[in-house]
């Protein structure tokens, strides 16, 4: 059975740091594309960042270049989104998907399955 469970989240101040993990199941990471997205309520659900069957990276939201670095660990089955620098308007749910693929995308209707989500919050 494929599952991923994202976990991670919590509450910082701004300037704060978080790493969000990805722990799949029933696949391996070198196999599918794992993307993380964010949601905020009201609004659409936004790419982040994605890394690849193969490793390679792609970053979607320019708005956390520099601050947000996607990476994986095949031994531990689970990937991870490292972000620093926080801000207010990073407060969202993130989670990740996985392609089966094994190519980035970042529309939504093109992963296969998610995580459930959790919860972000940057404040002061």
């Known amino acids: 059975q494929f599952q991923l469970v994202d976990s991670g989240g919590g509450s910082v101040q701004p300037g704060g740091s978080l790493r969000l993990s990805c722990a799949a199941s029933?696949?391996?990471?070198?196999?599918?594309?794992i993307g993380w997205f964010r949601q905020v309520p009201g609004k659409e659900r936004e790419g982040v960042s994605c890394?690849?069957?193969?490793?390679?990276?792609?970053n979607f939201a320019d708005s956390v270049k520099g601050r947000f670095i996607i990476s994986r660990d095949t031994a531990q089955n689970t990937a991870y989104l490292q972000m620093d620098s926080l801000k207010p308007e990073d407060t969202a749910i993130y989670s990740c998907?996985?392609?089966?693929?094994?190519?980035?995308?970042?529309?939504?209707?093109?992963?296969?399955?998610w995580g459930q989500g959790t919860q972000v919050t940057v404040s002061s």
């Open positions: 890394i690849r069957n193969s490793g390679r990276v792609t």
């Open positions: 998907a996985a392609r089966r693929s094994g190519y980035c995308s970042a529309y939504v209707e093109d992963y296969d399955f």
């Open positions: 029933g696949f391996t990471l070198d196999s599918a594309a």
